[in-house]
């Protein structure tokens, strides 16, 4: 296990201390570059003077524990309304949510289709799409996002 992702339920108690919720965490290398990005919640939603308070806090224990030997950058954001689920939680918490779900290969002629979610099973995801079921397993999910009609 790398070494930040073993300070994870202390960025989380540290946020949750702040009074917001970790949503995820994860490190990633997007446009050449690396990136540790903190998504954070709270009830009355995140501004940006939210994430700046959470960014200090971050950086601090970055500063003092160390875990990333090489060049990254520092992201702390809200989820947004068209919100990853990362998790399995994630994913039970959006049940009855229309969501947009890319998969690696097609389901029904398709990789990338609009739904209802609903059901989050053992091996994958039950979707309703044009009133018709699609079972999406987890192997073949690429993403899934909560869909919402502005």
Known sequence: MEKW??????????????GYGMYHME?????GMNILRFYIEHE??????????VSRRISDILDEKDPISEDYNLEVSSP??????????????AV???VQIKTK???????????????????????????????VTFENLRSINIEVDL
């Open 5 to 18: 992702k073993e300070l994870e339920p202390l960025f989380q108690k540290e946020i949750e201390d702040l």
């Open 27 to 31: 490190y990633v290398h997007e446009d």
């Open 44 to 53: 009355n939603g995140i501004a940006l003077a939210d994430c700046e308070t």
């Open 80 to 93: 947004g309304i068209f919100r990853t689920l990362f998790t399995k939680a994630h994913m039970e918490a």
């Open 96 to 98: 009855g949510e229309k």
């Open 105 to 135: 290969k097609p389901v029904d002629g398709s990789k990338k289709f609009i739904g209802v979610l609903k059901e989050v099973q053992s091996g994958g995801l039950l979707v309703e799409k044009d009133k018709k079921p699609l079972e």
